[in-house]
């Protein structure tokens, strides 16, 4: 009985050694993999912190690229509406062009014709290039010839020569009323001429001040545009590195996962491990227990047979189960 009582410790020596090595590497294991997911989460959190900040970031440049285009709509109506100006100084300008060039040529020929009546007004020599304005005394003179022809008495030559001049006087006398007649034109011409081309240079000068509005649109919107691209392009940079982030978070949580699943699997395994440990302890212990039980059976046994046979001894009447007790012996 005592052989089978060492027996028994001896079997369970081992499984309690197997089991104690089973839970060192069980714990060696939780702490990698504890220090792993630690590791992870740690980098986890790093990289949500950093999609956090890039879609911060984003939020912010796409505010700045809704101002950028809002400015770029307003100096894009500001350009429609200068060009709109520019329209209509340029039809303004072909309109007034038109009477300007006419007003031009007319000048010109005005100013030709002129020449050629002072020409004409001039050929009586140098007294008459002076007094071919003082149409007054030209006018006496003529009357003056007219009243001598008809009241002195002349010569036929002084007559002759007297009818010359006065035609000669006639003529330059005509030519100066045509001549101040055309200069009354001509000044017409030439206000007219002066007005539209003061009108001319207002309308290129405005030309010249829209056109300078518009470059400095333009060059505002170049400005803004390039801008709203390095706005776009800063913006694609951040996103990439947001869905860089994200991949990198779906990676962790992979990992994490499967460590998750490690570790079940580990703590499964422990527990069936224990589970068997403890059963097969049991199974160890139940004979050691019948053992113990079937000898203190015994030890009863002998000790109520002991009682019998005394009371047999000193002829005393036995009971039922004494005499079973002494007769089951002798016949065992």
């Known amino acids: 009985m005592v052989q089978e009582q060492n027996s028994g410790n001896s079997a369970t020596a081992p499984s309690a050694a197997a089991s104690a090595s ?59 509406a200068e060009r709109l100006k520019l329209k209509q100084i340029n039809e303004a300008k072909d309109a007034d062009y038109a009477k300007f060039t006419e007003l031009k040529n007319n000048l010109i020929e005005e100013r030709k014709r002129m020449k050629t009546l002072d020409s004409k007004a001039s050929s009586g020599g140098p007294r008459s290039r002076r007094d071919r304005y003082n149409i007054s005394n030209l006018t006496k003179a003529l009357e003056q010839i007219e009243k001598d022809i008809q009241t002195k008495k002349l010569s036929k030559d002084e007559e002759r020569r007297l009818v010359l001049k006065s ?13 101040h007649k055309k200069e009354d034109s001509y000044k017409s011409l030439a206000t007219k001429f002066e007005d539209i081309k003061g009108r001319m240079n207002e309308i290129f000068d405005q030309k010249a001040d829209v056109g300078k509005v518009i470059g400095k649109i333009k060059a505002n919107l170049d400005e803004l545009l390039n801008k709203r691209e390095d706005l776009y392009e800063e913006r694609r940079g951040v996103i ?11 990676m962790v949580d992979t990992q994490l996962n499967a460590i998750e699943f490690k ?30 039980k079937n000898k203190e059976n015994q030890d009863l046994w002998n000790s109520l047979k ?21 007769y089951a012996e002798d016949s065992d």
């Open 22 to 80: 089973t839970t060192k590497k069980d714990i060696k294991s939780d702490s990698t993999i504890d220090s792993n997911q630690k590791t992870l989460l740690e980098f986890k959190k790093s990289l949500i912190e950093e999609q956090k900040i890039g879609e911060s970031e984003i939020e912010k440049i796409n505010q700045k690229i809704e101002d950028t285009k809002k400015i770029i709509d307003e100096e894009r109506v500001k350009l429609e």
């Open 240 to 250: 990439h590195k947001v869905r860089e982030a994200a991949a990198k978070i779906e």
């Open 167 to 179: 035609k000669e006087i006639a003529t330059r006398l005509h030519a100066l009323k045509v001549i």
């Open 306 to 326: 002991e009682v019998a046979l005394k009371k047999m001894s000193s002829g005393e009447k036995l009971t039922f189960d004494e005499m079973k007790l002494i």
């Open 263 to 292: 570790k079940n699997r580990l703590q499964h395994s422990s527990e069936r491990q224990r589970r068997y440990n403890t059963d097969r302890k049991s199974k160890h212990e139940i004979p050691q227990d019948k053992m113990r």
